[in-house]
């Protein structure tokens, strides 16, 4: 190889198999050499053929980096090919993991809000007190409850929502059919909408008594009713409450 440079010669009478530093000067030539880039890219033999192609056992000096620099040519996609089989292995265990988390009773991805979380002392109460075929009832909007007590809502409404069965008429209907069902207890949010279901209140106010109250994390305290008409079986061991089992 030739110390200096790559330079364009001004000889323009390029014989057909002139080569590269042939002593008459390289051709006058303003185009870019191919990978002009680096440093110098003349064959390393200048013994290359009159078609100007490299022999299949001669190098050429290229400082670009491969395909892959990290490793032979392969290995990359091998590892590509690992990686695209073992992604959706990965996506189902993470489905069934939170699937076990969720079917978990009283796991944290169990609950919908820290608020119903910090309810798990009541929850946790209606469980052990009542029976599978006793009904809740919550007067207010927080249906979860009856997933999370795993009893079945009374009076055929799970929820006092405003704006929602709140005619006269359908508030009779809910009265009605807690007179007919066994409800020992009922749970009442002291905030939302449950006061402008008067006539559903003043049911209960005259056939329940309040118990105690429950704090929920940032809302006001929940307030648990008990039955003046269904007797008790017990007293909770942990709580003091009354149990009817």
Do not use: K
């Amino acid at each position: 190889m030739h110390a200096r440079p790559l330079g364009a010669g001004m000889d323009p009478d390029v014989r057909p198999d002139q080569r590269v530093r042939d002593a008459a000067g390289d051709p006058l030539d303003a185009g870019t050499l191919e990978n002009d880039r680096v440093l110098d890219l003349a064959p390393l033999d200048e013994t290359a053929g009159a078609d100007g192609r490299v022999r299949a056992d001669e190098g050429v000096a290229d400082l670009r980096t491969r395909a892959d620099d990290c490793g032979a040519a392969n290995r990359r996609a091998d590892e590509l090919r690992a990686g695209l089989i073992e992604a959706p292995g990965r996506g189902f265990d993470r489905i069934f993991t939170t699937a076990d988390e969720i079917s978990t009773r009283d796991g944290r991805r169990t609950f919908s809000s820290g608020a119903t979380q910090s309810l798990l002392p009541l929850i946790r109460y209606v469980r052990r007190c009542t029976v599978a075929s006793d009904r809740l009832f919550v007067a207010g909007d927080m249906p979860e409850l009856y997933v999370l007590t795993e009893r079945p809502f009374a009076g055929g409404q799970p929820a006092l929502r405003g704006g929602f069965f709140e005619t006269d008429e359908d508030q009779r209907r809910v009265v009605a059919r807690l007179h007919a069902q066994r409800v020992p207890l009922v749970v009442v949010l002291t905030e939302g909408d449950a006061a402008s279901f008067r006539i559903v209140m003043a049911d209960l106010n005259q056939r329940y008594e309040p118990v105690r109250d429950f704090e929920m994390r940032n809302h006001s305290p929940v307030r648990l009713l008990r039955s003046r008409s269904v007797p008790s079986t017990g007293v909770d061991a942990a709580l003091g409450l009354p149990c009817y089992r």
